[in-house]
C-alpha cells in the first residue's frame, strides 16, 4: 500500500511544471518506485508517465533532460538485477516481493507506447540494455536480450524515419543512446540501421548542435575573456563565463560518449550504401574544419606561438583553463580521424568510389588536416596512427591525380613566397604544406617542383635562431632534397645545390638537428653518386662534398649541441658534439660511395673519427662505423672492400688506434676485450 501511495504522489507531482532541480528529484523517484512496483500495469503507467509527463519534459530543448532519463531507466534496472541477486540469496524466505526480472522488462517495454515519440522509446529501451548487460552484468537471457536488441534498431529507424533535421533534442537523444548501446548489439542488428539516415544524424549531432561543438563557435567567445594582467601575460581566467561554457561543452553528455559516437559513425561509412552520403558528409567535416580553424584565428591565444606561451601566459591558463581546451579541441581531432580512416578505407575498398569520388575525398580530407593542423601540431607529426594513417592514405590516393594534386598544392601554398609569416597559424599552415608537398614531388613536373616547392621552402632555408621555426625549418630542408633527388628534376641540382650546401653549413648546428644534417648529406651524396644523371655530367660533385665535410671535422666545435626544444617531443637524437657528427656524416655516406671512391675515404673516416679527443664521441663513431660494417647497409661488393680493408690494409688499427697504431708498441695479437664488439 505505501508503494501505491507513493506511486499516486508521483504521479500528481509529474503532472505539474517543474525546475530542472524538481525534475531531476522526480525521475529519482521514479526510477526507485518503478523498481518497487509489483503490478505490472503499474509499471506500464510509470514508464509511461515518465517519456511524456510535463514535469519531465517542461525544458525539453535540452539534451540534459533525455540522458537523465536513460540514466533513470539504467539505475533501475541494475536495481532490479541487484534485487534478484539478493532474492536469490536469501532462500525460500526472500523479502523482495516485487516483478520478476522478465516480467518487469516486458512491463516496462510496453509503456514505450504511442503517445510518446519514437526517440523517446530508445531511452527506456537503451537504459534497460545498459542497466542489464553492460559491464560483463549478462543479466537477461540470450532470448529477451535479442529481443531488447531488435526493439531499439526498430525505435531507432522509426525514430530516424521521423525526426526532423531541425529537431536538435531529438537527434542528438537517438545519437546518444545509440552510441551507448551500440557496442553490445548484435552485428545482424547494427547492420540492420539504416545508416543512411543515421550517418547525417550523427555528423549534425557531434560537430553543428549545440550540445557537440557547435561549428566551433565557442573558440571565437573565447577572445573576449582574454585579456592583460598587470605583468602584461594574458589571462583566460577560470572564473569567466567562456571557460564555464567551453567546460560545460567538454563535460556534457555527448562529448563525453564522443569515442563511441566516432565508432559508430565510422561503422555507419563502412556499411552505407548510398555514397552521396559520404561525399555530404566529407563536405560537412570540411566546413566544420574550416569554421573551427577560422574561429581559432579570431581568438588572441593564436597569436602566441607555442613556444612562447612560457613568456606571454598567466600560470592559471597554462596549468588550468588552457589544459580544458586543448582536451576539448583534441577530442575533436581524434573524433574526426576516426571517421576519415572509415572514410579513406571505404574509398580504398569500393572500386566504384575509387574510380568516381577518390580524388575529392582525398582533397577534402587534406584540407580537414591542413585545419586541424593547429591541433594535432602540438602533439608532433606521426604522433597517433590514425593520424598518419589518414594523411598519407589521402596522399597515396590523390597521387595518382597528378592535375588534382598540383591544383591543392596551389590551393594551399602560402600566401607571399618570400617572407616569413608573422602569424603562428599562417606558419603552422606552411609547415603542413612543407610537409605534405614533398610527398607529391615524384608526380609533378620541374617547373612546379622549382616554382611552387622550391619557392616555398626558400624562406626558411637561411634564417637565423628562432626557436619557433625549428620545425618548419627542418620540413624545408626535407622539401628541398625531396625535390633534387627525384628523377626529373637532375638539372635543379647543379643549379641548387653549392648554395643548398652552404646553406646546410651555416645553419648547423643552431637551427639544424644532428639527425637533419646527417640525412641531408647522405641524401645529397646518394644523388650525386652513380648511377644518377648528374654523377655523369660532374663526376666530382659528391667528392667535393665529402671534402667539405672532411675539413670540418678539424675545425668543428667538440662541445656539446644543447638539446632540442622541450616540446619537440619526437626528437630522440643523442647528445653529440659539431665534430662527433661531422664524422657520422661521413659514415653514414660509405654505403653510396663507388668502390674506388670507397677504397679512398676508408682511411680518411678512420682518420677523422680519431681526430675526436673526446673518447665517449669516439667511441660512439666506432660503434657506428661497425654497425655500418656488420648491418647489412651495404651490398656485396661494398661489404668486400671494408672487409679486405679491415683485415688486410690495416683498416682494424687506424680505426681503432689512429694512424700509427702499429707503432704502439708490443701487444698480443688479437687481444681485444671481452666486451668490445671490435
Known amino acids: 500500500m505505501a508503494t501505491d501511495r507513493s506511486l499516486a504522489t508521483l504521479l500528481r507531482a509529474l503532472h505539474s511544471p517543474s525546475s530542472d532541480q524538481d525534475a531531476s528529484r522526480l ?3 521514479a526510477s526507485t518506485i518503478l523498481t518497487l512496483l509489483s503490478n505490472p500495469l503499474n509499471v506500464n503507467l510509470l514508464t509511461n508517465q515518465i517519456l511524456t509527463a510535463p514535469a519531465v519534459w517542461h525544458n525539453s530543448n535540452e539534451l540534459g533532460v533525455p540522458f537523465r532519463v536513460l540514466s533513470a531507466f539504467n539505475a533501475a534496472s541494475i536495481r532490479i538485477l541487484q534485487n534478484e541477486t539478493l532474492t536469490s540469496m536469501q532462500g525460500p524466505y526472500p523479502t523482495w516481493e516485487g516483478l520478476a526480472k522478465e516480467e518487469w ?5 510496453s509503456g514505450a507506447d504511442d503517445r510518446s515519440p519514437r526517440w523517446r522509446h530508445m531511452l527506456a529501451l537503451g537504459g534497460l540494455l545498459l542497466g542489464f548487460e553492460s559491464q560483463h552484468r549478462r543479466g537477461l537471457s540470450v532470448t529477451l536480450r535479442r529481443t531488447l536488441e531488435s526493439a531499439i534498431v526498430e525505435a531507432a529507424n522509426l525514430a530516424l524515419d521521423v525526426v526532423e533535421p531541425g529537431d536538435e533534442v531529438a537527434s542528438t537523444s537517438i545519437a546518444l543512446v545509440l552510441s551507448h548501446v551500440f557496442d553490445m548489439l548484435g552485428r545482424l542488428d547494427k547492420s540492420q540501421i539504416n545508416h543512411n539516415l543515421l550517418l547525417p ?8 548542435s549545440r ?3 557547435h561549428w566551433g563557435y565557442f573558440l571565437g567567445t573565447i577572445d573576449a575573456d582574454v585579456v592583460q594582467d598587470t605583468a602584461e601575460k594574458f589571462v583566460w581566467s577560470t572564473k569567466s563565463s567562456t571557460y564555464f561554457q567551453t567546460h560545460q561543452m567538454s563535460s556534457g553528455p555527448l562529448i563525453a560518449s564522443l569515442g563511441s559516437l566516432s565508432r559508430l559513425a565510422a561503422f555507419s561509412v563502412e556499411v552505407v550504401h548510398d555514397e552521396d552520403c559520404l561525399i555530404v558528409m566529407v563536405e560537412d567535416l570540411s566546413a566544420f574544419c574550416r569554421s573551427l580553424c577560422v574561429q581559432w584565428r579570431q581568438n588572441k591565444l593564436s597569436e602566441i606561438d607555442i613556444a612562447e606561451e612560457m613568456d606571454f601566459l598567466s600560470d592559471e591558463s597554462l596549468k588550468v583553463s588552457l589544459p580544458v581546451l586543448w582536451q576539448f579541441l583534441k577530442a575533436s581531432m581524434f573524433a574526426t580521424m576516426i571517421v576519415l580512416r572509415a572514410l579513406l578505407g571505404r574509398v580504398l575498398g569500393d572500386r566504384r568510389m575509387l574510380v568516381n569520388e577518390a580524388p575529392f575525398v582525398a582533397i577534402q580530407a587534406l584540407h580537414i588536416l591542413r585545419n586541424l593542423y593547429f591541433i594535432s601540431s602540438r602533439l608532433g607529426h606521426n604522433a597517433f596512427s590514425q593520424h598518419t594513417f589518414v ?9 595518382k591525380y597528378p592535375v588534382q594534386a598540383e591544383a591543392f598544392l596551389r590551393d594551399i601554398k602560402p600566401a607571399q613566397f618570400g617572407r616569413l609569416p608573422l602569424h603562428p597559424l599562417d606558419r603552422c599552415h606552411d609547415l603542413f604544406f612543407l610537409n605534405t608537398a614533398e610527398y607529391f614531388t615524384i608526380v609533378l613536373t620541374r617547373s612546379v617542383n622549382e616554382d611552387l616547392l622550391l619557392a616555398a621552402a626558400a624562406p626558411y632555408l637561411g634564417i637565423g635562431i628562432d626557436s619557433r621555426l625549428l620545425n618548419i625549418l627542418e620540413a ?6 625531396a625535390v633534387l633527388q627525384t628523377p626529373q628534376n637532375s638539372e635543379l641540382i647543379s643549379k641548387y645545390l653549392p648554395s643548398y650546401v652552404d646553406t646546410l653549413f651555416k645553419v648547423f648546428p643552431q637551427n639544424l638537428s644532428p639527425r637533419q644534417f646527417r640525412v641531408a648529406i647522405q641524401t645529397l651524396i646518394r644523388i650525386t653518386t652513380p648511377p644518377s644523371i648528374i654523377s655523369e655530367r660532374q663526376p666530382l660533385l659528391a667528392t667535393t662534398l665529402l671534402e667539405l665535410v672532411y675539413t670540418r671535422v678539424s675545425t668543428a666545435s667538440n662541445l656539446p649541441i644543447p638539446p632540442p626544444p622541450p616540446e619537440d617531443s619526437n626528437n630522440s637524437d643523442p647528445t653529440l658534439t659539431e665534430q662527433a ?4 656524416t661521413l659514415i653514414d655516406c660509405l654505403p653510396f660511395l663507388p668502390l674506388d671512391l670507397l677504397e679512398e675515404w676508408l682511411p680518411l673516416v678512420a682518420e677523422s673519427v680519431n681526430t675526436i679527443n673526446d673518447q665517449d664521441m669516439s667511441g660512439a663513431c666506432k660503434q657506428r662505423f661497425w654497425g655500418l660494417l656488420s648491418g647489412g647497409e651495404m651490398d656485396v661488393a661494398r661489404a668486400a672492400v671494408c672487409v679486405a680493408w679491415w683485415n688486410t690494409r690495416g683498416g682494424r688499427e687506424r680505426m681503432l688506434f689512429g694512424r700509427h697504431g702499429s707503432e704502439r708498441g708490443p701487444s698480443t695479437t688479437g ?8
Not at 105 to 109: E, H, N, S
Not at 201 to 208: D, E, G, K, T
Request: avoid cysteine.
Open 27 to 29: 525521475l529519482g523517484s
Open 105 to 109: 522488462v516486458k512491463a516496462v517495454v
Open 201 to 208: 544524424l550523427l555528423i549534425r549531432a557531434a560537430y553543428f
Open 211 to 213: 550540445d557537440g561543438f
Open 391 to 399: 594523411h598519407l592514405t589521402a596522399i597515396d590516393i590523390l597521387s
Open 476 to 481: 624545408a630542408h626535407s622539401i628541398m632534397l
Open 581 to 584: 657528427v661531422m664524422a657520422l
Open 671 to 678: 687481444g681485444l676485450a671481452a666486451t668490445s664488439k671490435l
